[in-house]
Structure formats: C-alpha cells, structure tokens
C-alpha cells in the first residue's frame, strides 16, 4: 500500500546513513603536521605536492602527474597544451558535467556534441567519425560514472584522423580498461578533487600523461608560464596561478592509500547490484563488458522503465527511492547543448565561429537518458556492505509493489 512508502510516513527501507569523505585520525594528523610547519603553499610544487605527483603518477602507470586547482583546469590545461587554435572543433559527449564542454569554449574552440551509447552512456565511439571535420583537433571521451569507455576504437578513430585524446577521468579514479587505470591511455588524462569525488582533497584537480611536451607546456601554464630553470619574474607562456596547497596535497596522499581498497569494494558492490536489479521487471542495470576491468562506480546507474511502475514518473520514482534511504537522484536535467550556455550562445569574450548553432542539436539517446531512464545511485552509497545493495534491491520492489 501506498502507505507504507516512506516519503508518505512509512518505515524507511535503508536505516544507516553513508558517509562521505572518509577520514580518520591519520588524515587529521598529516594535515596538522602540514599547518604546524608554516609551509601551507608550494610556488615551486615541491614538498607535498611533489611527493603526491609522483604517487599518483606511479599508481596510475604514467611518466607524469601534474596537479592544479581543479578537474575544469586540469581539462583546460591539457586541452590548451596540445596546441589548439580558435575556432577548432572538439568532440565531446553531452551527458557530462558541464566542465568537459564549457573548457571547451575557455579554450576559443567549439563542442561538437555526439550522442552516447545507449548501453553504457559513454560516449558512443561508432558515432565519432561522422562528426569529424577538417577543423576537429581534439575528442574528450568521459569514463562516465566511472566505467571505461571504448578506448580502443577511440583511439583508433584519433589516430586515423591526427587528433588528440584527452580523457575526463574525473569520475574514474583507480578504474581500469583492459588493465590499464583510466586516464593513462589517451595523450592526458584529467581527474577531479572536488568533494563528491572518489578521491578528495575538497577541490583539487590532476592531469597525467606520458608527453614530453605536454607535461612542460602544462607545467609552465599552471605556475603563470614560468619554465624549468627560468627566473621567478620570467614568464613564456600565457599561464595563471593553478597551484594546489600542500596541505591539500598531503591529504590526498594519504587518501589515496585508501583509494584501491575502496575503488574494489564499489567494483564488487556494482556487480552485486547489476545482479540484484536485473531481476526487477522495468529496472535494467547499464551493460558491462566491454573492456572495464575495474568500475570506480562514482555513480552506479540505472535505466528505469516508468510502463512497469504504473507509470510513475522517473522524477516522482527517485523521490520515493531516496526516501527509502537510498542515496540517489534523476541525475542530469536534461542534455548539455539544451543549457542556456549553448541555446542563448552566452559565450562572453571568446571566439567561437558564428557558425556554432546549437539550436537543432539533438542527441536522443542522451535525451532519453535525462527525461526518462537514468537513475543514479552515488558512489559512497557504493561503499556500503552487500546487505546494503539487497536493502536498495528491495526498496525499488517495495515501491513497484505499494504504487500498483
Ligand atoms: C567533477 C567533474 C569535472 C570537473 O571537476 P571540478 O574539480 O569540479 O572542476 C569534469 N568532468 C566531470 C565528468 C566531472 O564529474
């Protein structure tokens, strides 16, 4: 009965509240040690900063590992440093955070929407060279919700066409395609700190890569264009200050000890759960398989079929689920080209083509995704224990049977 619901009073399914950040008294001391020694800030990017760089670098198999403010600069950064020029075309998908397409436009070039795969919600590789145009340098493919996208036909189409990859890992920290952690495949790899990520420090962001070139360039870019062996008052390239702390540094470090442990745990649970749900008519788990060896889960997602919810809306259904006590949510709105960003062009100083028309874009597999299918279940829920993915399990039939 409708009752029973626990948004209309009834008894909640999932009692225990999930936690997130997770920290412990290791985590306050190495930030007190930091306070304690005066040397909070890093304008040379030693000490801490250098210490965790190489950490990460090593974690995730790459040559370098390049830290700054946030996961929208570490995008920029190793966007711009691959050498685009205004008015350049870059492809990205349009179920993303706005980030991935709004460096973008930050960089003077133009997103270039296509749509995602309908049984991941990565972007859908087979659909990338029909977009590809004369002035397309670039694509920004997004290990969304922290499964691996194709990054063998990716780079493959890349390749063809002389362009770069960089990849938003910034929901994948420590997953892996075909054994190789997300982020270390493409040319760079971009990866978030921000406080709802699996790997925090608050803010925080952090590219790796194996270039060269690409690594000076971003080094330069994000202590205001100073070089290797320059003078302090000397400054080559068009730069900022992007610099993280040290305090933020030694707390990413010693998360990031607790980082494989937790990215295995949300693996297991997410495969658990893709068990549980594919046995409830009308919810339909996102399809693994081809080629993520490791899921980070940042979010766990599903497709919801409102026809077998007695037409309850997919807004109203994840309501009622959150009230259960699950921590979930609709996700995102609606596509990216549909925010007034694109449909009002509010592109301020930069120098995108009058030609960028994002009126009649449509991707309908993202549009589906936003108006009808997605749910998502958040990565600390992920965290929980096995008896907790049965009580999620159970909270969805419990609303499938009250509503009919
Ligand atoms: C969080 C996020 C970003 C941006 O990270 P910030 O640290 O918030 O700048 C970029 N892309 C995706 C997919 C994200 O989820």
């Known amino acids: 009965m409708k009752k029973d619901l626990a948004i209309f009073g009834g008894t909640k399914t999932v009692e225990r509240d999930f936690m997130w950040p997770l920290f412990d008294e290791t985590d306050v001391k190495c930030v007190a040690d930091i306070v304690r020694s005066g040397i909070w800030g890093n304008p040379d990017c030693g000490g801490s900063v250098a210490d965790f ?3 990460f670098a090593t974690y995730c198999g790459t040559k370098y590992a390049l830290t700054c403010v946030n996961g929208s ?3 920029r950064l190793a966007l711009i440093a691959c050498g685009v020029k205004p008015g350049d075309e870059v492809i990205v998908p349009p179920y993303t955070f706005i980030a991935t ?6 960089a003077n070039c133009v997103p270039v929407f296509v749509d995602i795969d309908p049984r991941t919600y990565n972007l ?3 659909k990338i060279e029909a977009a590809i145009t004369p002035r397309t340098r670039a694509i920004i493919p997004v290990h969304f919700a922290g499964q691996a996208c194709e990054m063998d036909l990716i780079m493959a189409v890349a390749k063809k066409h002389g362009l770069r990859v960089i990849e938003d890992a910034c929901h994948g920290h420590g997953a892996a395609y075909k054994g190789k952690k997300l982020g270390s495949i ?7 700190f921000q406080s709802s990520k699996n790997l925090t420090s608050g803010e925080g962001g952090v590219v790796i890569t194996n270039d060269d070139e690409l690594y000076q360039m971003m080094n330069s870019l994000r202590n205001v264009g100073r070089v290797d062996g320059g003078a302090w008052y000397e400054h080559h390239h068009a730069g900022c200050n992007y610099r993280i702390t040290q305090l933020q540094a030694v707390l990413l470090s010693n998360q990031l000890k607790k980082l494989e442990e937790q990215t295995l745990k ?8 893709n068990e549980l749900l594919s046995k409830i008519e ?3 788990p996102l399809t693994r398989g081809l080629g993520e060896t490791v899921h980070s889960y940042h979010i766990y997602i599903f497709k919801y079929d409102k026809e077998k919810f007695s037409g309850l809306s997919k807004v109203e259904f994840s309501k009622m689920l959150a009230a259960e006590g699950v921590p979930c949510f609709m996700g995102y709105p609606e596509p990216l080209y549909k925010q007034p960003l694109f449909q009002k062009k509010n592109f301020m100083c930069y120098a995108i083509p009058e ?3 994002y009126s009649r874009v449509q991707c309908p597999v993202t549009e589906k995704a936003c108006y009808e299918e997605a749910v998502w279940i958040m990565q600390h829920a992920m965290l929980g224990s096995r008896s907790d993915m049965e009580l999620f399990a159970s909270a969805i039939l419990k609303i499938q049977k009250s509503i009919s």
């Open 186 to 192: 493409g040319d760079a790899g971009c990866f978030s």
């Open 53 to 55: 760089e190489n950490e």
């Open 124 to 126: 859908d590789a087979a």
């Open 282 to 284: 009308g919810i339909t």
């Open 266 to 273: 949300r693996h297991e649970n997410g495969t658990y759960l």
């Open 101 to 106: 397409a709004s460096i973008v436009i930050e």
């Open 73 to 75: 600069v570490a995008l």
């Open 355 to 357: 030609s960028a028309d």
